[in-house]
């Protein structure tokens, strides 16, 4: 069995505990052993950590002190896995410049807040997106700046009334890299617990690839 770490807190708006009880949940039933915590001292033992197969942040903004960023990069290099999604990995730690190089993008901007657009597969025949299609999802449509190494799997059309200005620009939702011998995982959806339940693919999507990042 695998052991999975995911911390949550942060800005409550992205509903950090019960997005982090949700996938718990649902990762028990992959077979993994999950431990959940509401605080970065976690990040403090980096012996503790390397002891994961995949460690998952959702924690929005919030500052990481420099040591507790130098263990996470440390033991992600090291081969532990690194996987999450929307604000609680995209948008964490705003001043941490290696942690977001790690993640493989940052989260800027979501014109016009929440609404629905479509989330296009890119590369199909890849075990994390096989066979679920494209589909549509009702959520803030991330504008993120990302790492052109990215392995990107998923992504989306930019259409917004508030910044015309970024229409037609293609943006990647679902990625894969690696950083080190560390495997990592990130998917921009996610703003709520009830949006899982409501798109099955996001949530399939979303499980496979924790489980793929995992070591």
């Given at each position: 069995m695998k052991?999975a770490?995911i911390?949550?807190?942060?800005?409550?708006?992205h509903e950090?505990?019960?997005?982090?009880?949700l996938?718990?949940?649902h990762?028990?039933?992959?077979?993994?052993?999950?431990?959940?915590s509401?605080?970065?001292?976690?990040l403090?033992?980096?012996?503790a950590?390397a002891?994961y197969?995949l460690i998952?942040?959702l924690?929005?903004?919030?500052?990481i002190?420099?040591d507790?960023?130098?263990?996470?990069?440390?033991?992600?290099?090291?081969?532990v896995?690194?996987?999450g999604?929307?604000?609680?990995?995209?948008?964490a730690?705003?001043?941490a410049l290696?942690?977001?190089?790690?993640v493989?993008?940052?989260?800027?901007a979501?014109?016009?807040n929440i609404r629905?657009?479509?989330?296009r597969i890119t590369?199909?025949?890849?075990?994390i997106?096989?066979?679920?299609?494209d589909?549509?999802?009702t959520?803030?449509q991330?504008?993120?700046?990302?790492d052109p190494?990215?392995e990107?799997?998923?992504?989306?059309?930019?259409s917004a009334?508030s910044a015309?200005?970024?229409?037609?620009?293609?943006?990647?939702?679902?990625?894969?890299?690696?950083?080190?011998s560390g495997?990592?995982f990130?998917?921009?959806?996610?703003?709520?617990a009830q949006?899982?339940?409501?798109?099955?693919?996001?949530?399939?999507?979303?499980?496979r690839g924790?489980?793929?990042a995992?070591r």
């Amino acid at each position: 069995m695998k052991r999975a770490l995911i911390f949550h807190g942060g800005w409550d708006g992205h509903e950090p505990r019960a997005c982090a009880e949700l996938i718990a949940r649902h990762l028990a039933g992959r077979e993994f052993d999950v431990t959940l915590s509401d605080t970065l001292a976690v990040l403090d033992d980096r012996e503790a950590l390397a002891r994961y197969d995949l460690i998952t942040p959702l924690w929005t903004m919030g500052t990481i002190t420099r040591d507790q960023e130098r263990n996470l990069i440390e033991v992600v290099r090291g081969g532990v896995g690194l996987g999450g999604f929307h604000g609680g990995m995209g948008d964490a730690f705003r001043g941490a410049l290696e942690y977001q190089w790690m993640v493989g993008g940052q989260f800027v901007a979501h014109p016009d807040n929440i609404r629905p657009y479509r989330v296009r597969i890119t590369r199909p025949d890849d075990p994390i997106v096989a066979g679920l299609g494209d589909f549509t999802v009702t959520t803030e449509q991330y504008y993120m700046l990302v790492d052109p190494a990215n392995e990107v799997l998923a992504a989306t059309t930019c259409s917004a009334v508030s910044a015309p200005w970024i229409n037609g620009v293609e943006m990647p939702v679902v990625w894969k890299k690696h950083h080190g011998s560390g495997r990592v995982f990130y998917s921009a959806l996610g703003h709520r617990a009830q949006e899982f339940l409501d798109v099955p693919a996001q949530l399939e999507l979303t499980l496979r690839g924790l489980a793929w990042a995992a070591r």
